[in-house]
């Protein structure tokens, strides 16, 4: 299946070289280009694509705005690309429901892999950020108890993929390691989501690292 692609960024080099590198990237096709969010939204509705490459910090609505609408429409996954690895950045948009975060320097091959796995509804997170979360993770405080709670929604199939979620696993790795289908998974995680209220696999595995269940 070919993924089909929005690119959201304000320079116009930045999306020529994306859109060069990724029409030629194989299984995906780039259907449109914007330079701010509010496009990306309305593109996003009139082209449906798979994932929208998404830049954080653009004139009028912001990357991180525009992501909330679009998760809260399911109108496309969303990874993130920027330049920016800030806390305020990285938190913002992975709340928003980014399924991904990367950033500018990425390698081409990584990104292009990155695009095929947010498609196939797994998430991806840059080394950089992926850091700064472990230590963010270890001087939180406790979950809120909203969490605690819905945690008791779960079935133990479920709690098992959960834990796999804040584990940073894929859904190949969460098949192998529960002897279940990948098919079964992806159904566990979309369950885990609805159960919990939560917008995308990244942000179940901060929750499930808030909870301290990565461990089990």
């Known amino acids: 299946m070919t993924v089909k692609v929005l690119i959201a960024d304000d320079h116009a080099a930045i999306r020529a070289g994306l859109v060069l590198l990724l029409d030629n990237a194989s299984g995906i096709e780039v259907v449109g280009e914007v330079a701010d969010g509010a496009s990306a939204i309305h593109q996003a509705r009139a082209l449906r694509p798979d994932v929208v490459l998404m830049d954080l910090r653009m004139p009028g609505m912001d990357g991180i705005t525009a992501t909330r609408a679009l998760v809260a429409e399911q109108l496309s996954q969303v990874l993130v690309l920027t330049t920016f690895d800030l806390d305020e950045y990285v938190y913002g948009a992975l709340r928003a429901g980014a399924a991904g975060f990367l950033l500018k320097t990425v390698e081409a091959g990584s990104l292009i892999e990155a695009v095929h796995r947010v498609a196939a509804g797994e998430g991806v997170l840059a080394p950089q950020v992926t850091r700064k979360l472990i230590n963010a993770f270890a001087s939180m405080k406790p979950p809120a108890a909203e969490h605690a ?68």
């Open 149 to 216: 709670v819905s945690l008791d929604e779960l079935t133990e199939r479920e709690r098992e993929v959960f834990v796999c979620l804040g584990q940073g696993l894929s859904n190949a790795e969460i098949a192998a390691k529960l002897f279940i289908s990948d098919a079964t998974v992806k159904t566990h995680v979309s369950k885990v989501l609805a159960k919990l209220k939560l917008r995308s696999r990244v942000q179940a595995a901060i929750v499930a690292q808030e909870t301290g269940l990565t461990e089990e």
